[in-house]
């Protein structure tokens, strides 16, 4: 077996001192300027305190995602760059009057604003109903309470099923 050298191959480096400093290379106007002012000059002592952000309360964080929910089922996207009508209008063939529409008939992709509105709160009422419907299976509460909460959940979710 071959003796081992002591010395393994030693690796030298190209990098020196004189590369490392660009201090010597720096114009020296340049240098002045950036050490002479702060040589007499400190910079004082802020005690500035970081701004405390607390968290939203629960209710909060629910009413803007209701409120993000209804206006993305109702079409506000839509609305802003279609720039469709408020209300539609049509002539009555038999008495010459015109009339408002609120559902817009012959486009499937199409909507009057307050139709998108209307639906928009339709789904947001059916989704409050069965929210109701869950507090309604809450043990804690009183059994007037309760039964409150079932008929308005219910009532909720039959009136949005229907008016849609």
Known sequence: MPPK??????????FTATDSSSAGSMDPIFHAIRILP????RPPRLRLKL?????????V?????LLTYFMVVSGIVY??????PGIGSTQDPYTGSVRPVVFMSGRVNGQ???EGLSSGFMFVLGGIGIIMLDLALDRNRDRSVKVSYAS????????AYVMR
């Open 61 to 65: 964080v629910f009413a803007l995602v």
């Open 112 to 114: 009057y604003i307050i």
């Open 79 to 84: 609305d802003i760059i279609v720039e469709p």
């Open 152 to 159: 308005a959940g219910v009532s909720s979710i039959v009136i």
């Open 38 to 41: 702060f040589s007499f000059l």
């Open 5 to 14: 050298s002591e010395n393994p191959v030693q690796h030298t480096s190209s």
């Open 51 to 59: 701004p405390s952000i607390s968290l939203p309360s629960s209710n």
